[in-house]
Each structure stands twice: as structure tokens, then as C-alpha cells.
């Protein structure tokens, strides 16, 4: 199970963090993502990271402005957000997978969560 969570309203130019709990069969999983989905447009990848070393990567249009972390002991992970623009706003989704390859294509992983509103107004 994923519960994702930290999604709001911001102006542009602020600042969120999302908070994604990984529970039940998804403590087992290798790679965890972030990808969103505005309305009326496709599930589009936004960062992954692995569990055991920490490597990550991300979409070009949040080099520099997101941060993807993960403690795991906790089995928790977080997608930091600074300097965002009314094109991030969306619904957050986060995602897992048993395969250790970071992947960027959302048919590439199994569990996801129910996904978290963020709004960013200009």
C-alpha cells in the first residue's frame, strides 16, 4: 500500500513537500517514483529513486526545482518542490517496483497510490 500525502495549494514560486508511506507488499520493492497527471493528459514520469543506494533521476522539466529522497527505515519517500510554476500543478501520483532499474514509464510499475492535489496559482 501507498498513501501519499502534503499536496495543497501554493503560489508560484513557493514550495511543497509530498510525503509518500510505503506499506504491505511495497516494502519489498527496489525503485520508487513520483509521476503526476493533469486533466485531460497522460501519467507523465516526474522522479525515481532506488532503496538501497539512493539513485535517482528525473524528468528535465524538474532538474534543479524537485528533490527526491527516501529513509528506509521508515519506508518513507518525499518529493521536495521549489520554484513551482502553474505547470506543475497536477495530481501526484507515487509508484513502485520490484525490478532495481530506474524507469521512467509508468506501465513499468505495480503499486500506486491514490495520488494527492497539488495547485500551483500564478
Known amino acids: 500500500q501507498l498513501v501519499e500525502s502534503g499536496g495543497g495549494l501554493v503560489q508560484a514560486g513557493g514550495s511543497l513537500r509530498l510525503s509518500c508511506a510505503a506499506s504491505?507488499?511495497?516494502?519489498?520493492?527496489?525503485?520508487m517514483a513520483w509521476f503526476r497527471q493533469a486533466p485531460g493528459k497522460e501519467r507523465l514520469f516526474v522522479a525515481a529513486i532506488t532503496w538501497s543506494r539512493g539513485i535517482t533521476t528525473y524528468a528535465d522539466s524538474v532538474k534543479g526545482r524537485f528533490t527526491i529522497s527516501r529513509n528506509s527505515t521508515t519506508r518513507m519517500v518525499y518529493l521536495q518542490m521549489n520554484t513551482l510554476k502553474s505547470e506543475d500543478t497536477a495530481v501526484y501520483y507515487c509508484?513502485?517496483?520490484?525490478?532495481?532499474?530506474?524507469?521512467?514509464?509508468?506501465?513499468?510499475?505495480?503499486?500506486w497510490g491514490q495520488g494527492t492535489q497539488v495547485t500551483v496559482s500564478s
Open positions: 504491505g507488499r511495497t516494502v519489498i520493492t527496489s525503485v
Open positions: 509508484a513502485a517496483r520490484s525490478g532495481g532499474t530506474l524507469r521512467t514509464d509508468h506501465y513499468d510499475y505495480r503499486y
